[in-house]
């Protein structure tokens, strides 16, 4: 008898409570570990932000997405797929790369590195829903002719993760959105496309309603479900008070992610979103606000881990939502750069 190579079990990925494209780029990280591995897995999505009854699936990934591994044959009780515990135990590298990990500790949202590889999986894997491609291919098709310069900016929001909160403040400590960094960065792009409209996307009413009064009628935006603060899959005080189909949530920041992967030129800041336009167009030519300050984020951030640093201090208070208190940073030269002294007395 010639020898067989058993197929290895089928596994789970569970997602959870996250915003969307943290799931989805949590799934393109562990197609990455799984290919490495010969391993493949099917992706469970029930406890979700964008569950809702009557409308999508009871998988929500199936709502939005086809199976990442078509024919996934499942035990009556699978292993979970836990990619970093994989990633570990074989010495696979992070498709992320190591920029923002230090002695063992991960200390912020760091931008791609293998846009290339990354875009793979997603052009062999993150493949979506027949009715969700012709929700978003109608859109582009309306309103995408010429040049477009996309733009992505975040509210305010109930947190400020990822090291966005700590880049935001070195970057400009004057104002919770950089507006001047992301307005210079998109009429740098316009002396190269300076007949481009521009396409806006936010989770915040109140950005759109900037970047319209600074660009006027080159601003085009998609009718999604925003508040004034934005992060509308988190309970804040502002998103409390919109009328909202969860479902619909997931389908907005698909059109506009997707549409903003398709645009000739894209500035953006610190996001799980962004990264994903990255990585769906590793050829798209973009300007990251925050690069200015990274070096400065890194350094501060290992000085933190090395000295044990633990403490928080405050950004001003009307950076955040107010029903979600402060947002807090973390490091002993935030504190110093805001007037407070070690032991944060003024």
């Known amino acids: 008898m010639g020898n067989t190579k058993k197929t290895p079990p089928g596994m789970v990925l569970r997602l959870d409570r996250d915003g969307m494209f943290w799931n989805v780029n949590r ?8 290919e490495s591995l010969g391993l ?21 990934w199936l709502s939005y997405f086809r199976p990442v591994f078509p024919n996934v044959t499942l035990d009556e009780k699978p292993p979970v797929f836990n990619a970093d515990k994989l990633r570990k135990k074989a010495g696979v590298p992070r498709l992320a790369g190591e920029k923002y990990h230090f002695q063992g500790k991960v200390f912020g949202l760091q931008p791609p590195q293998d846009r290339p590889r990354a875009s793979e999986i ?19 098709n309306d309103h995408f002719a010429g040049p477009v310069i996309g733009l992505h900016i975040r509210g305010r929001g109930r947190s400020l993760a990822g090291g966005a909160g700590l880049m935001r403040y070195l970057l400009d ?10 307005f210079a960065a998109v009429d740098r792009a316009l002396l190269q ?3 481009a409209r521009i396409f806006a996307c936010s989770d915040s009413t109140e950005v759109l ?51 903003l992967a398709n645009c000739d030129f894209f500035v953006h800041g610190n996001s ?38 633990n403490t928080s201090d405050e950004l001003p208070s009307d950076w955040s939502d107010p029903k979600s208190g402060m947002i807090r940073f973390r490091t002993q030269a935030a504190r110093e750069k805001n007037g407070r002294s070690a032991s944060g007395s003024r």
């Open 173 to 182: 400590p004057s104002e919770p959105i950089p507006y001047g960094a992301y």
């Open 27 to 34: 799934v393109i990280n562990a197609i990455f570990v799984a």
């Open 122 to 140: 997603i052009e062999h894997h993150i493949r979506l829903q027949p009715d969700i491609r012709a929700l978003i291919d109608t859109f582009q």
């Open 272 to 309: 799980n979103v962004a990264n994903f336009v990255l990585c769906k167009s590793p050829d798209l030519p973009h300007d990251y606000v925050y690069q200015p300050v990274e070096a400065k984020y890194v350094e501060l951030e290992k000085q933190r881990i090395i000295s044990g640093d």
């Open 209 to 259: 309603e900037r970047c319209k009064e600074h660009y006027g009628d080159r601003v085009f935006s998609y009718d999604a479900t925003r508040s004034a603060f934005g992060e509308m899959h988190c309970t804040t005080s502002q998103s409390e008070a919109v009328e909202m189909s969860p479902h619909k949530l997931g389908i907005d920041i698909l059109i506009e992610a997707y549409g």
């Open 40 to 60: 493949k897995f099917r992706v469970r999505w029930k406890n979700s932000l964008y569950g809702e009854p009557g409308k999508g699936r009871p998988n929500t």
């Open 193 to 195: 496309f300076p007949q």
